[in-house]
């Protein structure tokens, strides 16, 4: 046993883990644990970067282990994630409610709630969900991504005034999150706040100059708001970025019908075949729509 070479591997791995080069810190961490085989918080770790790169039946080993020499909080949250990846959700869920019962300080506990948050949002239980982003951010008020993933939540409940505030918050928190003013566009659009939300989806699309949602989205407002030139614009810059955008196509098409030429009733239809070619599903909604 090398305690010091085990130190040497074991802070290698965790400078890895911090690089999300999951196969190298785990590399690194089983090394550490062959110079120290009691070393549990590299086996901790090597269950991290093995849940990192998508082994989760492996890493669960790992996390059993030091289960049955630790009462480690990390080690049962992180099992119960990746027993939910396994399609194992209920299990999951039971790990993580024991994790919360064995966190000795808020900062862990936050991690853990913020966990079962993810977990029931996922399984669509999103009232669940959003009980436990408020009991995070009870305990942890400065979060902008406890806000920022709140708000989403809020969002996907229709409930666009607390989602306006939350991405709102996230922002004010820390600029980095301006992408997720995307989110308090829609919300501002939901609530015919059209000229704020515009305003928002400008500033994502500087952020993100080559995401085609953002032109997609921003076109229909424009459409919606009277300003079809603008929104052809944003249409084929979308399609542009992603031949394979049905939505786009199907939107253009309505534009090039109200032009009500030859040719971009010919453009127009092209578009709608396209669009139906790409997603079925769309042609079902429109005929829906048209009987």
């Not at 064995?102 to 977990?119: F, G, H, T, Y």
């Not at 407002?221 to 939505?247: F, H």
């Amino acid at each position: 046993m090398d305690d010091k070479e085990a130190s040497l591997h074991f802070q290698q791995g965790f400078m890895y883990l911090q690089q999300q080069c999951a196969n190298e810190a785990a590399l690194c961490f089983t090394q550490a644990l062959a110079a120290s085989p009691g070393l549990w918080q590299a086996q901790l770790n090597r269950g991290n970067a093995l849940m990192m790169a998508g082994r989760y039946d492996v890493a669960i080993r790992d996390f059993e282990a030091v289960i049955a020499i630790e009462k480690s909080a990390l080690a049962h949250m992180n099992k119960g994630l990746c027993l939910h990846q396994l399609g194992r959700s209920e299990d999951g869920l039971k790990q993580i409610e024991l994790a919360t019962t064995m966190a000795d300080n808020n900062s862990l506990r936050v991690i853990i709630i913020s966990a079962k948050a993810e977990i029931l949002s996922d399984l669509g239980q999103l009232p669940q969900a959003l009980v436990a982003y408020d009991q995070a951010i009870a305990m942890k008020s400065d979060s902008p991504t406890l806000f920022s993933y709140r708000g989403q939540l809020n969002y996907r409940l229709e409930q666009y005034i607390q989602a306006v505030e939350d991405i709102s918050k996230a922002v004010e928190l820390s600029p980095a999150f301006e992408p997720d003013l995307y989110y308090r566009a829609h919300s501002l659009w939901k609530l015919k706040r059209f000229k704020e939300a515009l305003d928002d989806f400008n500033v994502v699309i500087e952020s993100e100059p080559e995401e085609w949602t953002n032109y997609l989205s921003r076109g229909r407002l424009l459409d919606e708001m009277g300003l079809p030139d603008a929104a052809m614009t944003d249409l084929n810059k979308s399609i542009r970025l992603n031949p394979e955008c049905a939505q786009a196509y199907f939107h253009r098409a309505f534009l090039y019908a109200l032009k009500d030429d030859d040719r971009s009733r010919e453009k127009s239809a092209i578009d709608f075949q396209k669009a139906f070619t790409i997603d079925p599903t769309i042609r079902t909604w429109y005929q829906s729509q048209q009987s």
